[in-house]
């Protein structure tokens, strides 16, 4: 089992950054991806960027050159780093994790990021 908790969400005004944390605990070692998700009201959670353990990374089109993920693989933990927030960045924010034997998913419990106009 793979716990993961994510921090960091907040309000903030458009133009603004915001640093999302994701702690993963338990039994981590079978992790090879882990990424953020987000999801608007209404909408379908959609993927914003994966990082693998060796560090390749990838992003959604609407972050790129805003958005940068990154990891500590002896702390297990993988951040997300947001400047330039737009309004349309508005949505909960949640951490993924994969297992590469398995290819089962875990998620955490989802941090609220709102960004103003």
């Known amino acids: 089992q793979v716990q993961l908790v994510e921090s960091g969400g907040g309000l903030v005004q458009a133009g603004g950054s915001l640093r999302l944390s994701c702690a993963a605990s338990?039994?981590?070692?079978?992790?090879?991806?882990m990424g953020w998700y987000r999801q608007a009201p209404g909408k379908q959670r959609e993927l914003v960027a994966t990082i693998s353990r060796e560090g390749t990374t990838n992003y959604t089109d609407s972050v790129k050159g805003r958005f940068t993920i990154s990891r500590v693989n002896a702390e297990n933990t993988v951040y997300l780093q947001m400047n330039s927030l737009k309004p349309e960045d508005t949505a909960v924010y949640y951490c993924?994790?994969?297992?590469?034997?398995?290819?089962?998913?875990?998620w955490g419990q989802g941090t609220q990021v709102t960004v103003s106009s």
């Open positions: 338990g039994n981590t070692f079978g992790i090879n991806v």
């Open positions: 993924n994790a994969k297992e590469y034997f398995t290819h089962y998913t875990y």
